[in-house]
Structures are given as C-alpha cells and as structure tokens.
C-alpha cells in the first residue's frame, strides 16, 4: 500500500469540502486546475470572447493577476485580468458565496482598486449574475492612488 492511500471500508464515501468544490477532474480546463467548476468555465467563456467581434469581445485575459491594495500587506489576488477589444480593463472574480475575508477584499477594492472588479456569480443554465464594484481609479473617481496589478509572484 502507497503512503498515498486512502485506508477506507468499503463503501465510505470520502468527507465533503466544506466549500463544495468539486473534484480536480472538473475543475480543469486547457490542462489548468481552477479553485471552482464556475472558474474553469469562466475560463472557456473567456476563450471564446476572444474570438468575438463587439461589444464585450476580449482582446487578452490573465490568471491569478495580483494587486496591492493599500499598504504591502494588503494583497488580493483576483481569478482574471481581462483586456477587451474596446480598450476597457478589468479584474474578475468567480464566487458561489462570499465569504468574509472576500468582503474585506471588497472593501479594500472600493477605497484602492486600480480598476473596475467584476464579481461573477454563475445562477444556473450558463447564465451569470455580475456586480460591478469601482475601484478608486474608476472613471469619473477622483484618485491619488497609483496602484497597478502587481507582477511579482511571491
């Protein structure tokens, strides 16, 4: 027997995650592993907005783009960075609930985001419920904040 065994009865079902994610399997997509079945299939509509012509077409997106909000010790890391065709830029973020730290994250993107934040909330048959939170560098905000997303990988 491996180390990596499970020494379960026959029958025994293994315990559920507490935020219900699903097995890795359905969690890929394009050889990645994402946090949620809702992330990777965001992930594929993202692939197909890249060959779409209009409004909301998608020029580029990113992966796990990282931003300092305030101070150093603030860093929030996103799902996607998403680049249209139109010139518009925004960050992305999949939830099936939130949970408090993300609130705090969400308050935190209000006071500092460098761009809009799009929290996408699947609601069944392929359909997504999005709210919009502005950043303090939205336009139209007054701003003193630089922030940009960070490139450092720590």
Known sequence: MSRYTLNMAPGQLLPKNKYGVAPKDLRTYNGQVYASKAEANRAFILDRLLR????????RWERQPRFQLG?????????FLVY???GSVHAEDV???RTP??????RLWRA???????ILTPSGAGRWN???IDGAEAPGKDSEHGHHPTTDRH
Not at 101 to 106: E, P
Not at 112 to 118: C, E
Request: aromatic share 12%; charged share 20%.
């Open 130 to 132: 999005v709210e919009i």
């Open 71 to 79: 101070t150093p010790l603030n860093v929030y890391v996103a799902d």
């Open 101 to 106: 730290a993300f609130n705090k994250n969400v």
């Open 112 to 118: 500092y985001g460098p761009m809009p934040l799009w």
């Open 84 to 86: 249209e065709t139109d």
């Open 52 to 59: 779409a012509i209009g409004p909301g077409a998608v020029e």
């Open 95 to 97: 939830k099936g609930f």
